[in-house]
């Protein structure tokens, strides 16, 4: 179906024009780089001029010095971000650079080291006065209880018959503490500074014939002790000056980004050697895969059949000297995949993806599976004017942002899902949770429960015959026409014929139908037994898997229940504003609860209409004939993020 | 009065309440549990990379929709016996049904929300490591899910046969 078709390339060409080919391949950007050092080491076979050696290429230390460059520079474009933005529209074009600057540019290379150091100075001195910050604001707050305390503090000490010490204490033993004190020596001076949360500080100050007695007293009670060691002054005196201080750090700051924004404007060059530095470092790394003697060097990769012929061009362009050689795969060997399916089915890829990617000896389910997926998305939520919201939003975002890769897949995937939403809801009648009421096309699956049921059953069944009609597909193509009869012919039969049997009018072909199949299920599902009875015994137990069948059929009924939690809920968010309504703050509070709720409703069903779709496929229609565990077609090419190499 | 004379003198209502009230009731528990638990596993894994929030968002509303089936159920059986104006009068039989049709959801919902919440958790340790693979987490909660959608169900049908 959809997996490109790939060829084996085989590159030989001279050392003395590696770079050069290089450069070219990753241009060309279509070769699946092959790691072949392992390989030719086993080969022994390959027969090389006296004295030369085969052995893989080692650029290590390069690619090392460009990881270093690079996280220079990302560190650099990341610290400039601090001072600010750089307005950029998000749809104005990536700056162009053609060759002649591109080598300019790489030849500037030590200009980064000048921004570089001066991100660094200004990041240190950033953070030396963080913490020159956080330590003047301690200090603030340890001296903020001693406000009020109208000393000098290089006087707090003891002289020659006093002692007189500052501290707190706990404030619920305040009232004890000072009575235990008196109690000592009626003359003990207590002045109370200020008292906070918890504690209570104090001055205290007496004779030193009793110190003994005071100490002991403020062990008891707890009495912490608190020294300023380094401060001259009064309290507040030094509380001014700290919060100057806080101040002037704050102007050196200010200073400081300052000069910082100046660097914003070194930020379109980083951004250009960033790229610069991203290819030059990937044109490196790849040269690891190579392997090489003293003159030659050789290359391998897989590549889409379709462009072979331009891949000869490209290295023909640049050189004369070279063997450039196609293979098939062979029949067991799994290539890179990469899919090619039509824009509606593309944003299905990122559901199989995100499951495996598919093999290149399987099937490229994407563009079967796209149709179903997306209704079944659609059927979960239900909502005509839901699904118009979805699908609106979703196509603007992909017509003005345009986004890439997986993001672009996902909107996409909104924007159809969105669409089948509409589409259901309009067959339904679901428009907004009933407040406007148009009938429903179809039925309305509140109204006519069992015409729902069918629906989903009857939707899931067909799911699962094709499902079952890929593997008998893969069968076939792989030649095993008899697995294809034998495994997925006769399932047909029985459960198509159980089917028809429900029918009074297709009743008595649909018996047969289904006793032929069951006889051909029984004769052929043991056929890798040796032994006759374990064969039919195998046979007969394989009819067991109708039961498999009948859960995979029941597990679409939660179409169904999805559907209707997104009506009922729509529902309950309706009639609870409506209850509101009537004043005019009631309609502005309705209006609100109206907005939040459906959005609610909306956000919870899209994730559960995903999930629960994915889960449709991955559990039931994968399991039918899926093959995943294939490789990411990831080639070598021109990979950037801010510029557009010409 | 005997608790039996009170139920047949407050005729079918008091369990066709007591119905709504588990569906609703016991859904939301047991989705309050597992919403619970997978917000104590993001937060973790949030700390480490505050840039997988929404991922881990994602993961943390799936246990959240036991909750809402319940509520649904409990509003299909308000709106059957006119809880928004106009309490119908039921007898003892028909109010019994209610009750009975608002289990699955309320037991089902209660339990699968529980051990959705644990999947769920478990997969936040998935995009903790592997963020590329978060679909797979969402699979696994949503396989739990499954019972929880077809209890919802099987309410939805006994509700539906339920003539007042």
Known sequence: MAIVKMKKATIIALQSEKEILTKALQE???????????????????????????QGEDAADEVNRLEARLSQVKYALEFIKRFGTIKKSMFAPKVEVDEDSYIRYLQDEPKINQIVDSCREIDSKFAELKSKETKTQNTIS??????????RLEEIKASRYTIMSIGFVASKYTDDFKAALNSIDEKVYIETISIGRENTYMLIVCHTDIEDNVVQSMKQFG???????????????????????????ESVRNSLAEKGKELIDNNEYLEIMHDILSIE????????????????VLISGWIPEKVTNDLEAAIAKITESYSLEFQEPREDELY???????????????????????????????????????????????????GILVATISALLLLKIKPQGNFKKLVGLMALGGAATAFWGIMFGGWLGGMIRIPAIMFDPLQEPFAMI??????????????????????IRNGNVLDAVFD?????????????????????????????????????????????????????????????????????????????????????????????????????IMVIVLIFGHTFNIGINVLGAYVHSSRLQYVEFFSKFYEGDGIQYNPFRIKTKFIVKK | MNLFEFMNASGGLIWAFLGSAIAVGFAGWGSVIGVGNTGVAAAGVVTEDPGKFGKTLLLQALPGTQGIYGLLIGFLIWQKI???????????????????????????????????????????????????????????????????????????????GITL
């Open chain 2, 82 to 160: 006119g809880v928004f104006g106009g309490l119908v009068e039921i007898n003892l039989q028909q109010g019994f049904l209610l009750f009975l049709a608002s289990l699955p959801i309320g037991l089902v919902g209660f339990v699968s929300a529980i051990y959705q919440g644990r999947a769920a958790a478990a997969g936040c340790a998935i995009v903790a490591k592997r963020p590329e693979e978060l679909a797979k987490g969402m699979v696994f909660a949503a396989m739990v899910e499954t019972y929880a959608v077809l209890a919802l169900l099987a309410s939805f049908l006994m509700l539906n």
């Open chain 1, 223 to 249: 009495w912490s002790k608190v020294a300023f060691n380094d401060i001259t002054g009064t309290p507040a005196e030094n509380i001014k000056k700290l919060n100057d201080e806080l101040r002037n750090i």
């Open chain 1, 281 to 296: 470092r990937d044109k490196k790394d790849v040269t690891s895969n190579f392997v090489k003697t003293e003159k030659t």
């Open chain 1, 336 to 386: 890179p995949t990469l899919l090619d399916n039509p824009s509606f089915a593309q944003p299905v890829e990122f559901i199989t993806d995100q499951y495996s990617i598919p093999s290149s000896k399987g099937v490229d389910p994407n563009i079967i599976m796209a149709p179903f997926f997306i209704m079944f998305f659609g059927l979960m939520v239900s909502d005509a004017v839901y």
């Open chain 1, 454 to 475: 069918g629906l989903c059953v009857g939707m899931g069944i067909l799911h699962l015959f094709v499902g079952m009609g890929l593997q008998a597909y893969k069968n």
């Open chain 1, 142 to 151: 340890q001296l903020l209880p001693w406000k009020d305390l109208d000393m």
């Open chain 1, 28 to 54: 060309f950007g279509g070769l699946h780089m092959l790691d072949i050092r392992e390989e030719v080491s086993e080969h022994e076979d390959i027969k090389l001029s006296k004295g030369d050696v085969l």
């Open chain 1, 488 to 588: 997925q012919g006769f399932w047909y039969l029985l459960l198509i014929g159980i089917l028809m049997l429900a029918l009074p009018a297709t009743a008595i072909i649909g018996k047969y139908m289904a006793i032929t199949g069951a006889a051909g299920l029984v004769l052929t599902q043991g056929r890798t037994e040796k032994n006759i009875i374990k064969r039919l015994l195998s046979g007969v137990l394989s009819l067991y898997n109708i039961t498999g069948f009948l859960g995979d059929a029941l597990s679409y009924l939660r179409l169904f229940a999805l559907g209707l939690a997104t009506g009922v809920i729509g529902q309950v968010i309706n009639s609870m504003a409506l209850m509101l309504g009537g004043t005019i703050i009631g309609s502005i």
